[in-house]
């Protein structure tokens, strides 16, 4: 027996010293059942979020009767090709996603390069005004998107441009959250380093490129994947613009399945299952540079 031992025996009062202690009792023990509704509610959750996507993938494997049949089908079925086939003749599926992978990568292009240019002035050069013209474009994301879709029909009507992918693209180029997102990451630049290249003879867009630029790359990569996605997931603006079936977009061409009185539910599901794929592979190789790039935008005043 220890000498610790034998006082804790004669006298128990005496504590047993930190390291003797069971480490079960300890303070990050106490914490960890503390969180434990707090895991258990998120796993909840997480199960709540999975759920339908399964769900969906299990509806692109079954034919539209079996999915209202008895017992509910909670297991793929052998019905995956013929869905595709289907999908394929009702929708030419595979031309309406290269419709929309090329207006997207296009927008998203385009409208970052915007952003990116206009948040870099709005924080780094000091003309009158510059205030003013930053509360207009944060106002504009204020305004619901119902009330520019009649002005906005008319310009394009008036250019020539319905059914166009010019008018899909075009009117909404200057993004008022991209603008702010790159204002905040260029604003607590140094302004020393931008004049110390001009000092050496570097021209504007060379000191934005190679310098200022490299520096906002977690926020450009998240400006990047969110334009991306709203692009994809557009449909208001592709629906009135786009009258020919071949230049259709994925929500559109989703769109034209649910029919009056019959909706191929099993085409249906596997459309959009084929649809989110894309989004959801896009998502999981840049999340860590998606999450960065929001908060890093967000903590800069």
């Not at 079960?24 to 759920?51: D, M």
């Not at 030419?92 to 385009?110: D, E, K, P, R």
């Not at 619901?144 to 008319?154: A, D, G, I, S």
């Not at 989703?254 to 009056?260: E, H, P």
């Amino acid at each position: 027996m220890s000498a610790t031992s034998a006082l804790t025996a004669v006298n128990p009062a005496i504590d047993p010293p930190r390291e003797a202690r069971p480490s079960g009792a300890g303070p990050a023990f106490r914490r960890g059942v503390l969180k434990l509704p707090v895991y258990l509610l998120l796993a909840i959750a997480s199960v709540l979020a999975v759920v339908p996507f399964l769900w969906m993938v299990i509806a692109s494997t079954h034919s539209t009767p079996e999915l209202f049949g008895t017992p509910l089908p909670v297991l793929p079925g052998d019905q995956l090709w013929q869905n595709l086939a289907r999908l394929q003749e009702s929708v030419n599926f595979s031309q309406v996603m290269l419709n929309s992978l090329g207006i997207a990568v296009v927008y998203t292009v385009f409208s970052s390069a915007v952003s990116v240019m206009a948040g870099y002035g709005l924080a780094t050069y000091r003309f009158r005004g510059r205030g003013v013209l930053l509360a207009v474009v944060l106002v504009t994301m204020m305004i619901p998107m119902q009330v520019l879709l009649v002005p906005l029909f008319q310009m394009m009507a008036s250019a020539g441009w319905i059914d166009s992918y010019q008018a899909v693209i075009l009117p909404f180029l200057a993004n008022a959250f991209g603008i702010f997102l790159m204002r905040q990451a260029f604003l607590d630049f140094p302004v020393t380093l931008i004049e110390a290249a001009r000092i050496d003879g570097a021209g504007e867009l060379r000191t934005f490129w190679r310098i200022v630029l490299p520096v906002a790359r977690p926020q450009l990569a998240a400006l990047v994947i969110y334009t991306f996605i709203s692009q994809w997931n557009a449909f208001i603006w592709p629906l009135l613009m786009l009258n020919t079936e071949d230049k259709y977009t994925v929500p559109v061409a989703l769109n034209t399945m649910i029919g009056m009185s019959r909706v191929d539910y099993s085409g249906l599901m596997l459309g959009s299952l084929l649809a989110t794929l894309p989004l959801m592979v896009l998502f999981l190789v840049f999340q860590k540079q998606f999450v960065s790039g929001l908060l890093g935008g967000a903590v800069k005043g």
